[in-house]
């Protein structure tokens, strides 16, 4: 009995360690070995975020002294930033693209209307590039992707640096006037055209499974919903008089303002007596605002219709309502008339129009919802139709568009004007002219040798990024790849105002084009497995 007891109680011990082995791939001492390999990993972190926090708050006690509380909150976060982005930089870009879209609530909510805090997201974006840039040395990964790429993006950067020796370089040596910085001025201009574009490769690297995209994607619609809900409370705190809106009297009533900052965000406009409503949700400005609904209307629709999970499905669809809901809401008439073209151009570019079976529920509950929402406050809805209205007619975008081409062209010149000198976040460095049209602002910059160099870089970005999706046979991944072919396509060439020169957009336009170049490796990584129907019948025999 003994010896019976002992091999029933052995035996199953032996089976499950080979079954394990069998399972993981790896014999004991493998996975041991791999056990320790994580254990000193853990603890090798550790120490660095110790060490790093140590050094963050010698420099913040130092920093005292000159700017009080302010100055050693500011190096204490700006040092361990820093420290923290270039060590652990893959965890760098996702508190990169998480913190973006909160970034104007914070700097207005610490610092006030300080120009350099608004650069505070580079620091964890440009030690982290530095961090992978050495991570692919060493593994001999390249940095310029696509490959067609290469061309068109030299060619664009010689010439830019053209512009800025010739054109920026004789301006700061021609002294004009005394308080200008041309050659700086120049290098934020060139910093705010192309500084994002390495975000491909970073994007590229940074997805290794399927299922880090969806998990990105996820994540991006979590932020969604909250910067929607913290807006709307923003609008409830303004309608019920907690804030107190925009005050003063003839112009500055129809201008944003800081003065009128309420909850979360920054300059905002709030006058419904006028009939004017301009509300910045979480960020710096409302027209900043009004083009993350836009961009949240891609980022939502490929959750709601092509996430593996149900859970995760609603959870896009309420995210997608949030969206609708503040484009309507927020006063932001860009947002109000293209939040619904994109979700539309996406039932065709995607191909869920003619799919009835997961279209039509998806369809049928948000039609539902709006319609609940518009009937509970037709006011709102009136106003804001109305206002869309008017301003097409006073002002359509064609006519626009063309009127501020002929305004560049009649100026205009080979090389351009120089590099930053129609970009807003430049003007700390000189006079820079209000140009409100984007390839208009990019001819006023480099000439219309530039704009064209721009337009076939962006070209060969769009039809790589349509290429890779179509040879995606995974058919969520697939979708996936459709909406951010599309929103890369409609960036591309949209000049209405200019989305390619700030946040969140100058971000979303690049990072998502890596993840769109990446699908069609990671399908073939991991392909479908389709079972048999047979050997399932047999199993479950």
């Known amino acids: 009995m003994i010896i019976v007891l002992n091999l029933t109680i052995v035996m199953p011990k032996k089976r499950k360690g080979k079954v394990a082995e069998a399972e993981s791939g790896l014999s004991l001492k493998e996975r041991l070995a791999e056990k320790r390999r994580v254990m000193l990993a853990r603890k090798a972190a550790v120490n660095f975020i110790s060490m790093s926090t140590m050094i963050s708050i010698v420099v913040g006690l130092a920093l005292f002294a000159v700017g009080g509380i302010k100055g050693a909150g500011g190096g204490f976060a700006g040092v361990l930033t820093l420290m923290l982005s270039f060590k652990f930089p893959w965890h760098a870009l996702h508190a990169f693209m998480i913190y973006m879209p909160f970034g104007g609530t914070i700097t207005y909510a610490t610092v006030g209307n300080n120009p350099l805090m608004q650069l505070a997201k580079d620091g964890m974006y440009i030690p982290a590039l530095i961090s992978i840039y050495q991570y692919c040395k060493q593994r001999d990964l390249k940095m310029l992707i696509p490959k067609a790429m290469k061309t068109p993006m030299m060619l664009l950067l010689v010439y830019c640096v053209l512009v800025l020796l010739f054109v920026n370089g004789a301006q700061q040596f021609a002294g004009g006037k005394p308080n200008e910085r041309p050659l700086f001025m120049g290098i934020l201009g060139l910093k705010v055209l192309l500084g994002y574009a390495p975000l ?297 105002y200019y989305p390619l020169d700030v946040d969140p957009v100058a971000v979303y336009y690049w990072f998502f084009a890596g993840i769109a170049l990446k699908l069609p490796e990671l399908d073939r990584l991991e392909p479908i497995l389709i079972e048999d129907p047979k050997k399932k019948k047999k199993r479950k025999r």
């Open 200 to 496: 491909i490769p970073c994007a590229y690297y940074l997805m290794k499974r399927k299922q880090d995209v969806y998990n990105f994607m996820r994540i991006t619609v979590v932020v969604v919903i909250i910067c929607c809900g913290l807006a709307f409370v923003q609008y409830m705190m303004l309608k019920t008089g907690r804030c107190k809106g925009t005050e003063g009297t003839g112009a500055e009533l129809f201008k944003a303002s800081l003065d009128a900052r309420c909850f979360v965000g920054g300059a905002l406009l709030y006058t419904p007596e006028q009939g004017v409503i301009r509300l910045p949700g979480t960020f710096v400005a409302p027209w900043q605002w009004g083009w993350f609904l836009i961009s949240s209307a891609f980022t939502t629709f490929a959750v709601t219709f092509f996430d593996r999970s149900l859970i995760w499905k609603v959870v896009g669809g309420i995210g997608m309502l949030a969206t609708i809901v503040m484009a309507v809401i927020c006063g932001q008439r860009i947002a109000l008339m293209l939040v619904p073209v994109m979700i539309v151009i996406q039932l065709f570019t995607t191909g869920q129009i003619a799919n009835l079976k997961r279209f039509l529920p998806i369809g049928v509950g948000l039609a539902g919802a709006i319609v609940v929402a518009m009937a509970s406050n037709p006011t709102v809805v009136q106003e804001r139709l109305d206002s869309a209205v008017s301003r097409w007619n006073a002002s359509p975008p064609d006519a626009f568009i063309k009127e501020q081409f002929e305004t560049v062209v009649q100026g205009a010149s080979l090389l351009g004007k120089g590099l930053g000198r129609a970009t807003n976040s430049a003007r700390a460095m000189g006079d820079t002219k209000l140009i409100e049209t984007y390839y208009p602002k990019v001819m006023y910059e480099i000439g219309p040798i530039g704009t064209v160099l721009f337009l076939v870089l962006v070209t060969v970005l769009t039809i790589a990024c349509f290429r890779a999706y179509r040879s995606v046979k995974d058919k969520n991944l697939r979708g996936y790849g459709a909406v951010l072919w599309t929103f890369v396509l409609v960036i591309s060439y949209n000049t209405y």
